[in-house]
C-alpha cells in the first residue's frame, strides 16, 4: 500500500528565514503529488501539485515544490517565511491517476516566530 | 472556492444515537468524498462517490454509510456513533478533468 511520510511533526522558523518540508513516499511507480495547507480551524487549500514534466513548480503564495524520483520526494520549499504562513501542511499522493484516492501525511506545524 | 458547504459545522452527539452529516455542491461534480481528521493521522478516506448512487469504501468505512441520491448532496451517516468517531470530517470534490480535490469547511462532531 502506498504511505506518505512528513518526518516533522513541528518546525518553528523566523519570519523572513527560507522554508523546506519534507515529504516521502513510498510507491513503486510515480504518482500525482500534492502540497496542501490548512489554517487554524479552516479545511485545506491546495497549494501546488506535480503530475508529470518540470520536476520544479510553483503554487500559490510563493510556495514551490520539487520532485526527486531518486529519493521519493516531494519537499516544499518558500524562499521566505511570513508570519501568516504559520498553518499545517500536508503531502498527499494519488496513485490512481485521477486523484480518486488521496493518501494524506500526517502534516507539519509551522510556527512563524516574529 | 468549489461551491462545497457542510452541515451541521459542529455537533455534539451521544454515543450510541445516529448522526448524518451531508455535503452539499452546487457545481455538478461528479466525485465527492468524505475523510476524517484527526491529531497524527492526518486526513484519512471514509467513502468516496463516482455519481448518483455510485459509492466505495476508503481506508476507514466501519462504522460508516453514505449514501448519493443526487449529484448536489453525498451524506455520510453514523448508524450508532462511538466516541472514537469524535473526529473533525472533511467532504471534498474532485473537479472534472483537474485531478485536483477541492474541501469544504468542515464538521466538527464529538461523541460523548
Known amino acids: 500500500a502506498q504511505s506518505v511520510t512528513q518526518p516533522d511533526i513541528h518546525i518553528t522558523v523566523s519570519e523572513g528565514a527560507s522554508l523546506e518540508l519534507r515529504c516521502n513516499y513510498s510507491?513503486?511507480?510515480?504518482?500525482?503529488l500534492f502540497w496542501y495547507v490548512q489554517s487554524p480551524g479552516q479545511g485545506l487549500q491546495l497549494l501546488l501539485k506535480?503530475?508529470?514534466?518540470?520536476?520544479l513548480v510553483q503554487g500559490i503564495k510563493g510556495f514551490e515544490a520539487e520532485f526527486k524520483r531518486s529519493q521519493s520526494s516531494f519537499n516544499l520549499r518558500k524562499p521566505s517565511v511570513h508570519w501568516s504562513d504559520a498553518a499545517e501542511y500536508f503531502c498527499?499522493?494519488?496513485?490512481?491517476?485521477?486523484?480518486?484516492?488521496?493518501?494524506f501525511g500526517t502534516g507539519t506545524r509551522l510556527q512563524v516566530t516574529l | 472556492d468549489a461551491g462545497i458547504t457542510q452541515s451541521p459545522r459542529h455537533k455534539v452527539t451521544e454515543t450510541g444515537t445516529p448522526v448524518t452529516l451531508r455535503c452539499h455542491q452546487t457545481?455538478?461534480?461528479?466525485?465527492m468524498y468524505w475523510y476524517r481528521q484527526d491529531p497524527g493521522h492526518g486526513l484519512r478516506l471514509i467513502h468516496y462517490?463516482?455519481?448518483?448512487?455510485?459509492?466505495d469504501k476508503g481506508e476507514v468505512s466501519d462504522g460508516y454509510s453514505v449514501s448519493r441520491s443526487k449529484t448536489e448532496d453525498f451524506l455520510l451517516t453514523l448508524e450508532s456513533a462511538t466516541s472514537s468517531q469524535t473526529s473533525v470530517y472533511f467532504c471534498?470534490?474532485?473537479?472534472?478533468?483537474?485531478?485536483?480535490?477541492?474541501f469544504g469547511p468542515g464538521t466538527r462532531l464529538t461523541v460523548t
Open positions: 498527499a499522493v494519488d496513485n490512481t491517476g485521477t486523484a480518486s484516492k488521496l493518501t
Open positions: 462517490s463516482y455519481g448518483v448512487k455510485d459509492t
Open positions: 506535480y503530475f508529470s514534466g518540470d520536476t
Open positions: 457545481e455538478n461534480h461528479r466525485y
Open positions: 510507491y513503486g511507480a510515480t504518482p500525482y
Open positions: 471534498a470534490i474532485t473537479r472534472a478533468g483537474s485531478y485536483e480535490q477541492y
